[in-house]
């Protein structure tokens, strides 16, 4: 059974940063699509940024280019978010997510197959 657990949530003020840790089990697949999706209440879950373990490449949301990274942390099967110069906007809900065997369009949520709980960034102006 796949579990995605995220942490690394937290508030901070504008102009901050967070790091958000996704720890997967049970995941088998070798070469998969993972990312990272946010929400707030009353709108669309909205694709932030998304990794493909086969060539390495990463995608990211216009608003959050050059200043969230995607990546592979060091312990296996663990996804990270780094988060710089955060902004009011940013603060949502965010969840990490895995595709199955079937590749899909990394910013689209009904891509993927297995979600975490969430964890909840708050950033103050």
């Known amino acids: 059974q796949v579990q995605l657990v995220e942490s690394g949530g937290g508030s901070v003020q504008a102009g901050g940063s967070l790091r958000l840790s996704c720890a997967a089990s049970?995941?088998?697949?070798?070469?998969?699509?993972m990312g990272w999706f946010r929400q707030v209440p009353g709108k669309e879950r909205e694709g932030v940024a998304a990794l493909y373990s086969r060539s390495g490449n990463t995608y990211y949301v216009d608003s959050v280019k050059g200043r969230f990274t995607i990546s592979q942390g060091n312990a296996k099967n663990t996804l990270l978010l780094h988060m710089n110069n955060l902004k009011p906007e940013d603060s949502a809900m965010y969840y990490c997510a895995a595709m199955g065997g079937r590749p899909g369009i990394w910013s689209s949520k009904d891509s993927y197959e297995y979600w975490g709980q969430g964890t909840q960034v708050t950033v103050s102006s």
């Open positions: 049970g995941y088998t697949y070798s070469n998969y699509y």
